[in-house]
Each structure stands twice: as C-alpha cells, then as structure tokens.
C-alpha cells in the first residue's frame, strides 16, 4: 500500500472534520475504516463493522476477517479527546481480545500485538504505514495451522482421487455386484435428474466428492443428521458401502485428517451458525476449485453477498404487497430458488419470514434446485439447520431437488411444451414431480453466469439444453435485429426458463450480468420483456471494467468479479393479453 493513500486519509480527515459539527468517533472514523479497509484488501481481508464478538457482548468498531471468517484482528476508533491509554485499560479490565488490537483517536494509535504495545502519532506517515502493515499481517498460529493443513491437503488431492478412482475401477473388474446394483440404479437417478446424458465417469466423480467431503460436513456441524438423512447422500452411502469402509476407508483416507482435524478445531470456535455458514461455504469454494476448476467455472461458483440477497427478498415482499396485496409469508405464494447453489436465498428467507408463517411456509410453499453435488449437499445442510435454528426442531426439507432446473420443462407453460419426462419412483424424482405440479409465484436467486469458454482449447463448453434453447430461438433470436445473436448465455437461459414457468400473476428477482440492458444481441430479450411483463426494474451497479476502465479490477464489484452485475425485477399482473 503506497503513502498515497495515507495522504488521501489525511485528506479525508481534513474534509469531514472540516464540515463536521461534532469531532466524535461516529463522525470522523469512517476515513480511517476506508483506509484500514484498503490495506485488508491487499491481503484479502475484508473489515466488518459492528460484530458482536463471540461469546460477549461486546463489539469492535472493525473485525479483520478472511473468506473462512476467521477473525485476524479487532480496530476500536475513539473521540480525538479520548484517553486512548485510558481505553485501553478498560478494554483489558473486560477481557477485550488483545491478541491484534488497534486503536486509534485521529490523532494517535496504538497496536497491541500479545504482549507488544507500539504507540505512533497518526501524523506521521510511515509509522502510520508499519503499524497498519503489521496489524493485517499478524497471524494467529490456529490460522497459520489451518492455511498449511490447507495446503498440504491441495497437494495430496490428486493422489488421494487418483487412488479411489483405481479402487472404483477394480469394483467392475472384480465384479463387485452389489456395487454395481447401487452405482446402475444411482445412474439412473442422475439421468433423470440431472442429464440423460451423463456418463457412469461422471457418477464415480461424484461418489469420491461424496466420499472426500462427507467428514467435512460432520466436522462442521456436529451433527450427522442433516447429512446422512438427505435421499441422495444416502444413495451415495449406499455405493459407498460396498466398498469403501472400515480399515480401506482409514488407511486411504489417512493423509486428510490434518485437515478435517483442523476444519474440525476452527468450526468447534464458531458458536454462532451463520459463521459455520459462511465457513463452509469458503470451504467448499476452497476444495471444489481444487478439485475441479473448469468444473467451478462451468457452474459459476460466486456467492451472492447478504447485502444483495436481503435486498432482492425485502424488494419482491414490497412488489407483491403492491401489485397483489400479499406478501412472501402468505398462502399460495410459492417461491423457488433454481439455482440455489449453497442456499443463501433460501436460508436468508428462513430468516426473513415472520416465525408464526414459517412451518407452513417451509413444508409447503418454499422450493430450491441444485445441479451440483457438493453445493448440493451444503445447501441441504444450510437449510435445514437455519430452520431449527429458528424454530428449535429439526424437519427435513423435502423440497429440496438435485436436478438440472433447464431441464426440468415439466412445469413449463407454453404452447407446444413436452410432457414432463421424469418417470422413476427415486424421492428425488418424486420431489421434482410435486414441485413441477405448483403454481410458482416468485422465482428468484442468481444463476450461473458463464456462457462460452475464454479459449476453444479450455474443453469447458457448457452443455445444450434443446428445448430451452428452442424456445430462445423461438422468441429472444426471433425478435432481435442484431446480424449475429447469440443469447445462450446461462443467465439467458435461466430468464427463458423463469418467464415460462412463473405464474400469470408472479415476480423474478434475478442478479446477473448486466449485458441484457445495452447489448444489441440482446435487442429481442428486451422486447420480449416489453411484451410479456407489467413492470420492469433494473438496477445496474455500473460495475463492467471493459465498459468502463476507470473502475479496473475486481474492487469496485460486489462479487468480486470483472464482469458488470446489475438486478432485475420482473412483474407480471395477468392482465396483458
């Protein structure tokens, strides 16, 4: 971080005190947050306002915090008359954390490393510089523990994956019959549910995901339950079985346990669950890109920040209220998730509803899909935790489905639309019958993002989907002028899928990209819009770095990306012909 950016804090100091009424710490610290916040940023940290620290109540002005959520440090802004020795003795006589402590006046600040105490004067540059560099580098030797366990564990991944690859293949070739009966009749599950292409490869990259991160999920919540009840896992378990237990399954699987011990050590720290949340969540981003890269590109693994999700819902509850008079926790208004990757909209809706709605809600009229296995799993586990969090009992959440939702055109209305092609008796196929055979009112979340490869070489194409892509010609491409449309982009193909299968009286709240508002391949998306909805609003956060130079990087989005991310709510009052 250079001393030009201390000298915009000097600036920005300058201005608010300038224009301020008061000096206090409410109004002057957000110059030096900005500042702090900077430098986090340089190391991939991220400065929280306002938590509330665990196992307490007290709460820091900033929290230094990494993906994982673990805690690096604590910054308290004081009044510029404020005793900061003063303060300092009272945060020690209430056993405020002083493992990596900064506080700061405007005038002075003083950094306390364990039993290291370095005090500066604010005015000075390069004091200012070392203290801040030294407060976001500073480690706990648990973090440090966990990245090596992390990293060792990266390292022997392939080798681990390799040898239960081996041990799959012997399966067939010795015969195995009773793997071969649970691996057939899984496959045809995945055929139905996910591509009726998909290869018996792709169904034993599934089992060793299952098998790699099944400790994972135990270690984390405690609490076995919430994955071993869920109907695919225990297909999976069932493969598993046979032959994959006991002395075979801990000498394979003995290079790992530094790193479950240690997921299992920072997981034990969190006592509140939307930290295990947010924990597992880096956890699977960390593994699965690991494990699969071009898989995680495919699938568009980016989370949606609370902030936008919390938004999006507050939003279609006042839309709702509006054009229908109801709201998201009333009868009949059924809501789905398509793309619910690890479950944020759903468990920030959990959390959202009022708790007498929430049972029938979340038995009833609360639906979600999910096309890969491991965010699968987590958004099972997401969300039926937050409901017993909440309501104190544990209920399986039987609406939720594995399944490609582009390819589940059963609850499609349109003329001339196939009939649903689900026919095997599996739980998981059952859920997708009962979620087709609803009449769905709000179709909201964030889907994938990703439509081609950057290079042909890449081999990540993303598959055909033949009767949502007929129906992008059929409308999108027919109503375009653009010489060269191309709209088979992900989130195109999602917007296709959400108009036909919302209600004539419904709403999609969807966060993409933004190109759909200027692009000229999307011309005929536009009309389309125009056509078949009653209102239109569209935030754009302005956030594309090709359009816009100035904004170069990933710091000016909220998903931390390049590309231009803009909301869209979509209304439709039955009233258009």
């Known amino acids: 971080m250079s001393i030009a950016r201390i000298n915009q804090y000097y600036k920005d100091l300058e201005r608010i005190k300038s224009r301020a009424t008061t000096q206090n710490e409410l109004a002057i610290k957000s110059a030096f947050k900005n500042l702090l916040n900077d430098y986090c940023r340089t190391k991939d940290l991220e400065l929280i306002e306002e938590q509330t620290i665990i196992g307490s109540a007290k709460r820091p002005d900033g929290v230094v915090v990494d993906a994982f959520k673990f805690r690096y440090g604590y910054w308290e802004a004081k009044d510029a008359s404020d005793d900061i020795e003063k303060e300092i003795i009272e945060k020690q006589r209430i056993n405020y954390p ?8 405007s005038l002075q600040a003083v950094l306390i490393q364990g039993e290291s105490k370095e005090k500066i004067d604010i005015t000075d540059k390069q004091a200012l510089h070392q203290v801040i560099s030294k407060f976001i580098a500073y480690e706990r030797i648990e973090i440090k523990e966990f990245k090596q366990a992390i990293t060792q564990f990266q390292i022997d991944l392939p080798q681990i994956i390799e040898v239960l690859r081996e041990m799959i293949a012997k399966q067939n070739e010795n015969k195995n019959t009773e793997f071969a ?15 009726p292409n998909i290869s018996l490869a792709d169904i034993d990259e599934m089992l060793i995901q299952h098998i790699l991160t099944e400790d994972i999920f135990k270690a984390v919540f405690d609490d076995e339950v919430f994955h071993e009840e869920n109907n695919i896992a225990k297909a999976l378990k069932k493969i598993e079985k046979t032959f994959f237990s006991g002395d075979v399954k801990r000498q394979t699987l003995a290079a790992s346990r530094p790193y479950y011990a240690q997921i299992k050590a920072r997981a034990t720290e969190m006592q509140d669950y939307t930290q295990k949340q947010e924990f597992l969540k880096g956890i699977y981003e960390n593994f699965y890109k690991a494990y699969n890269p071009k898989a995680a590109d495919t699938l568009g693994i980016i989370y949606t920040p609370k902030e936008i999700v919390n938004f999006m819902l507050e939003s279609t509850d006042y839309l709702l209220e509006k054009h229908f008079g109801k709201t998201l926790s009333d009868k009949n208004v059924h809501i789905l998730d398509p793309a619910t990757g690890t479950g944020t909209f759903i468990t920030d809706l959990l959390n959202f509803l009022p708790k007498q709605d929430l049972e029938y809600k979340y038995k009833n009229e609360i639906h979600a899909n999910e096309v890969a296995i491991l965010p699968y799993y987590i958004a099972n586990l997401n969300i039926e935790y937050t409901y017993k969090n909440r309501m104190k009992e544990y209920v399986e959440f039987k609406n939720l489905c594995w399944v490609d939702t582009l390819d589940s055109t059963g609850g499609l209305a349109y003329s001339g639309k196939q009939n649903d092609a689900f026919g095997v008796t599996a739980e998981n196929t059952q859920r997708i019958k009962n979620q087709n055979e609803q009449k769905i009112s709000v179709i909201i979340g964030n889907p994938p993002y990703n439509a081609n490869q950057q290079n042909e070489n890449d081999n990540n194409k993303n598959r055909t989907y033949r009767e949502i892509d007929q ?21 195109a193909r999602f917007y296709r899928w959400a108009m036909d299968r919302v209600a004539e009286k419904g709403i999609i709240a969807f966060v993409t990209n933004r190109s759909f508002i200027d692009s000229k391949t999307f011309d005929g998306f536009r009309k389309i819009i125009e056509r078949d909805f009653d209102e239109c609003i569209i935030i754009d956060t302005k956030s594309d770095v090709r359009a816009n130079p100035k904004i170069s990087g990933t710091k000016n989005n909220v998903f931390g990306i390049q590309t231009g991310v803009a909301l869209m709510f979509l209304v439709k009052t039955g009233k258009k012909p």
């Open 98 to 105: 002083m493992f990596n402590f900064l506080i700061e006046n």
């Open 181 to 195: 009966k649970a691996r057939t009749d899984f496959f045809a599950i995945c055929q139905e549910a996910i591509n």
């Open 471 to 491: 129906r992008i010609k059929d409308t999108y491409i027919k109503e375009s002028t653009a010489q060269k449309t191309k709209v088979y982009d992900m989130y």
